[in-house]
Nanobody, 122 residues
Framework: QVQLVESGGGLVQAGGSLRLSCAASGRTFSRYAMGWFRQAPGKEREFVVGISRSGDSTYYADSVKGRFTISRDNVKNTVYLQINSLNAEDTAVYYC???????????????WGKGTLVTVSS
């Protein structure tokens, strides 16, 4: 069992940056691939970015390449999402998820956090 708690969301102006964190409980964090998903108002939840168990492989949605960076610290049991050049389309609840396999599919993730809201003002 893994419990995930996101933090770092908030209100930011367009063009600004945020760093989201996701802290995981338990001693098995390094066994999980991690991912960030987001759900904008009135839209389906979508994949944003993922990272392998060791952190040596990352994969991004095309819409965020070059602006979003995922990283993880397996000692601190934390995964991070650095978001730069924010725009209004990035407004969403951002969810952290853990899965046994590295996948872009939300159905492949086993554990979810409750999310953190990012609001971008223009």
């Amino acid at each position: 069992q893994v419990q995930l708690v996101e933090s770092g969301g908030g209100l930011v102006q367009a063009g600004g940056s945020l760093r989201l964190s996701c802290a995981a409980s338990g001693r098995t964090f390094s066994r999980y691939a991690m991912g960030w998903f987001r759900q904008a108002p009135g839209k389906e939840r979508e994949f944003v970015v993922g990272i392998s168990r060791s952190g040596d492989s990352t994969y991004y949605a095309d819409s965020v390449k070059g602006r979003f960076t995922i990283s993880r610290d397996n000692v601190k049991n934390t995964v991070y999402l650095q978001i730069n050049s924010l725009n209004a389309e990035d407004t969403a609840v951002y969810y952290c998820a853990a899965g046994w396999i590295a996948t872009r599919s939300q159905y492949g993730m086993n554990y979810w956090g409750k999310g953190t809201l990012v609001t971008v003002s223009s």
